[in-house]
């Protein structure tokens, strides 16, 4: 797809993180650190999940993700315990016109999919994800059939109810580059919101500020964003400690050390730099790192967090002094 004339869109990853931003941003008030991490999972690859209550912003960061991107799709998923693996992959259908099967695709055909209340679900259909998120297509019947490019899953669950839920296991976890939570608006920004959304849904006024292929043309440039062998010394350090910690049976995994590097590529593009400093892994690792983490019981006996841990050893291990060189 060409590039239109409606929507030049910007030159650089900086300029094009700070149209996105900007616009997503119009209907998040008071919420640019959560619409910065998802903006970081979008040029990073990843996926999203979101882990908060309801009515705080979760569909409409979705929808104002999709709406910002020119051509850009969206699709909603109502997780649900009825809801079958076919219904988010899709299905084969006889045609009786053409006396053949036809594929009709299922929800998860979009550029970006909210799986909403993911963990109500059954496991049998929350894995129906799985291969999508992983390989970026759906195999049917012996067919595969690619989605839409760029692919973003943002998922959601609610973290207060509990009952007729069924908890993402470490598999399906990992596969979430990140996880955050939204919150509560403060004072101000909830005043903005009753003053601009009064009579009408801002999401469906937003207009597209850059093309589908400069996304994809940006997040091939995150790939490029250099990486020093200090920096790498600090992500397996990182890694090796969540390993070895006593209050944790599951570390990082090597998905989720590779998935902290390309979000600190992501970031440090987003900023204006080709390479990565260890800020960038510190920033962001409380959104990548504790949803990959297993406290032991006694650990969880004794109120300690994933996060907390995680803070712990950021501020044990020695960071790096350079970082832009070879």
Known sequence: MAQTATTPGPNTVQELFAALSSNVGKVLEGKDDAVRQALVCLLAGGHLLIEDVPGVGKTSLAKALARSVEGGTWRRIQF???????DVTGVAVWDQGRSEFRFRPGGVFANVVLADEINR????????????????????????????????????????????????????LDRFLMRITLGYPDRAAEHAILESHGGHDLVDSLEAVAHADRVLDASSQVERVHVAPSVREYLVDLAAATRSHPDLVLGLSPRGTLGL??????????????YVIPDDVKQLAPAVVPHRLVLTAEARLSGITALGVLHDLLDGLPVPLAAGGA
């Open 80 to 86: 649900t315990p009825d809801l079958l693996p076919s």
């Open 121 to 172: 679900a059954s496991p049998k259909t929350q894995s129906a994800l799985l291969e999508a998120m992983e390989e970026h297509h759906v195999s049917v019947d012996g067919v595969t059939h690619p989605l839409p490019r760029p692919f973003m899953v943002i998922a959601t669950q609610n973290p207060i109810e509990l009952q007729g839920t069924f908890p993402l296991p470490e598999a399906q």
């Open 261 to 274: 590097q390309q979000a600190a590529r992501a970031l440090a593009a987003a900023t204006g730099r080709d």
